[in-house]
């Protein structure tokens, strides 16, 4: 199975960009990037998807590498609401059915 | 809010009991998943019910069964239960049957702690 690879933790200061990395070098081609975080005590949550392409959307941008092995997660202004752990999952084969989390990165925003 | 319920919120029960978990997915959507989270193993996929039959299967126990029911709305069914089943219990549900880009929506989850 194609693996991601995060860093366990990261912090921001309020109101400044954040970049999340995710290495995923075995990645093959109809492999969909997936990215969800989870606020403490809920569940996780969508945050953005994308294939080949760099992807926006309200929540954030999703940058991908040409060679599409490895990719970033945007946060454009963090907010103390953004204090999540956020995965990077890979959906293998074109089926989004089992997402496989990993240990994600726990992001620490300060105000 | 995602638009998917999960009850019960808190369940706590004894070794050896059975209990049924009820998860309501977003209007419209046609597929429920169900993960566990436990502080050593993580967030696991267990199982996928789209329109109502099975479509994909995880690390889902033999004493574990889930069903998706004709309105739609899913449960799990745990039995003979062990203190490692003690884990968070999330239902997800997506529009499609899972291919290519399909959206998980995940509940609030269920908190199963079994004394």
């Known amino acids: 199975d194609a693996k991601t690879t995060q860093p366990n933790s990261m912090e921001s200061n309020e109101e400044e960009p954040v970049h999340l990395p995710c290495n995923h070098s075995?990645?093959?081609?109809?492999?969909?990037i997936h990215w969800y975080r989870q606020l403490p005590s809920q569940g996780p949550e969508y945050v953005i998807h994308g294939l080949t392409s760099n992807v926006n959307n309200r929540m954030a941008s999703l940058a991908i590498a040409e060679d599409r092995k490895s990719s970033t997660l945007i946060l454009h202004r963090a907010t103390l609401r953004d204090a999540a752990v956020y995965y990077c999952i890979l959906s293998v084969g074109g089926s989004a059915r089992q997402l496989t989390f990993g240990s994600g990165t726990q992001l620490t925003v300060l105000p | 809010d995602s638009g998917v319920t999960q009850t019960p919120k808190h369940l706590i029960t004894a070794t050896g009991q059975r209990v049924t978990l009820r998860c309501s997915p977003r209007?419209?959507?046609?597929?429920v998943y169900w993960y566990q989270q436990s502080l050593d193993q993580g967030l696991q996929f267990l199982i996928q019910y789209y329109n109502g039959e099975e479509r994909a299967k995880g690390n889902i126990l033999e004493r574990f069964s889930a069903q998706q029911f004709p309105d739609l709305h899913s449960e799990l069914n745990l039995s003979s239960l062990e203190l490692g089943d003690s884990a968070l219990y999330f239902c997800?549900?997506?529009?499609?049957?899972?291919?290519?880009?399909?959206?998980?929506?995940f509940g609030p989850g269920t908190r199963l702690t079994v004394l």
């Open positions: 209007s419209g959507d046609l597929s």
């Open positions: 997800a549900s997506s529009v499609g049957s899972g291919g290519y880009g399909d959206t998980q929506y």
């Open positions: 075995t990645i093959s081609g109809t492999d969909y």
